[in-house]
């Protein structure tokens, strides 16, 4: 079975609670990318910010959740964050292909119906191949 593959959301999906080691996943004025630090204190009931203690003693506050991920999933954010870039940067290559194309015979919301595209056509914007494919995968683990 391969290993489990996770997306930068899921990853950081949970909150941080106090004493969690975490490290940041962005640069902050004064503060490397990748510096570890522990937790010192957690806010926020809508938008979660957190007080950081650093390795080398400083303490820096309301650092957003976005900008921290635990010490054991580090690595693996950085390899997911890297294969969403590439998959934006793709699909926006194959957004700029198909614009640069042209339209298409007929009317764009037809282009899903007859099957033999790839595509599929929901209020009027094109949805990639591989998206359906992902929520396919998605139902079948589901067992929806």
């Known amino acids: 079975m391969p290993p489990k ?4 959301t899921q990853l950081q999906s949970r909150t941080l609670k106090r004493g969690e080691k975490v490290r940041l996943v962005s640069e ?3 503060v490397p990318q990748g510096t570890e630090g522990k937790v010192a204190m957690a806010n926020g009931f809508t938008w979660n910010r957190y ?3 650093l390795v080398d003693g400083r303490v820096v ?3 957003d959740h976005d900008d921290l991920v635990r010490t054991r999933d580090y690595e693996r954010f950085l390899v997911a964050r890297d294969r969403e870039a590439e998959e934006a940067e793709l ?3 194959a957004a700029a292909e198909a614009a640069a194309a042209g339209p298409q015979d007929g009317p764009a919301d037809d282009a899903g119906a007859d ?3 790839e595509e599929a056509v929901v209020n009027g914007v094109p ?12 139902r079948a683990r589901l067992g929806a």
């Open 28 to 30: 902050l004025p004064g």
């Open 91 to 93: 699909a926006a290559l």
């Open 127 to 138: 949805v990639p191949a591989f998206l359906l494919q992902r929520s396919a995968d998605a």
């Open 115 to 117: 099957g033999d595209s």
């Open 61 to 63: 506050g309301h650092i």
């Open 5 to 8: 593959v996770f997306t930068t």
């Open 51 to 53: 007080w950081v203690r």
